[in-house]
């Protein structure tokens, strides 16, 4: 059956069976996730807190394995995120050309290193950043931090993650282009209201100070000017393509006009020769 024909139970169905391959993966990866969720734990907590000279404390029985589970969670998540955009994809693009179904499965690699690059740079550049405000505050006001691991590990994500999806903006505006969905003008048009909506969200994760905020807000309003480069290029592919398809259109319906002359031409000689044997 034509994929452009699909029943919505038919789609229903679809996006269930891809939502349950996601799912199978996602569980086979949390084993890898288990094996390297110690070394990982280990890493972040002497790199990131070694030289200020701290002591993560569990302060409930079940602190460390909550941050096992999260560790292994997130480990699972990242391993299974090619998967999970490549099911997305193979949802949402039945009704495209052969050419923009092969050009927009090219994007799922860049989806995931710049995902990757997002929990790098938040991890290395961000968190460092919020970290050391935090103790610099502490001292100021002469408080003697006392730091429970499961906290820390839950604010260190929740401070990372959506970095990794925050620069994937890049990826999201190209597809969403080469669809024709979104309009590279509307972008440059709301240009300063965009950069007020990523100011408030530097601000959000950010430290309450204006260098943090000036720091995370530079890499975010760069994104976006990329964003609109590459939304040119990909909304550029997606006239070219619609005139190719408007134009095999007409030829298809051209050609459809002569088969049925023809057919009714056919037809006419068939009566004529039975009218006159």
């Known amino acids: 059956m034509n994929p452009k024909e699909l029943t ?5 169905e679809e996006l269930r069976n891809r939502l349950v391959v996601c799912a199978v993966i996602f569980v086979l990866s949390l084993f890898v996730g288990f094996y390297f969720a110690e070394p990982v734990i280990k890493f972040i907590q002497y790199r990131s807190i070694e030289s200020e000279q ?3 404390n569990a302060f409930n029985v079940t602190d460390p394995l909550a941050v096992y589970l999260q560790v292994t969670f997130l480990i699972s998540l ?3 995120s090619p998967v999970i955009l490549y099911q997305l994809w193979a949802f949402i693009t039945p009704g ?3 050419s923009e179904r092969k050009a927009t499965l090219k994007y799922i690699p860049y989806a995931f290193l710049l995902f990757m690059g997002g929990l790098a740079f938040a991890y290395f550049v961000l968190f460092p950043s919020v970290l050391q405000f935090m103790m610099n505050l502490s001292e100021r006001l002469e ?6 691991i ?3 590990f839950s604010f260190l994500f929740k401070l990372v993650v959506p970095f990794g999806f925050i620069f994937e903006l890049p990826v999201v505006t190209l597809f969403l282009s080469r669809l024709g969905v979104l309009n590279p003008a509307l972008m440059s048009k709301f ?3 965009s950069y007020f909506v990523l100011f408030v969200i530097a601000v959000l994760l950010a430290p309450p100070d204006i260098v943090s905020y000036i720091l995370i807000s530079i890499p975010l309003f760069v994104l976006y000017e990329i964003s609109i480069i590459i939304a040119r ?8 393509a619609e005139e190719q398809r408007q134009q095999e259109e007409k030829e298809e319906s051209q050609r459809q006009q002569v088969e049925a002359l023809l057919a009714e031409q056919r037809r006419q000689i068939e009566n004529m020769s039975n009218q006159h044997p």
């Open 191 to 193: 240009r300063k209201y």
């Open 78 to 80: 990242v391993i299974t």
């Open 150 to 152: 499961n906290k820390y």
């Open 233 to 240: 290029i990909g909304y550029k592919k997606f006239l070219q």
């Open 54 to 56: 701290l002591t993560l």
């Open 96 to 98: 495209l050309h052969e």
């Open 143 to 148: 408080i003697q931090q006392t730091i429970g």
């Open 8 to 12: 919505v139970i038919e789609h229903i």
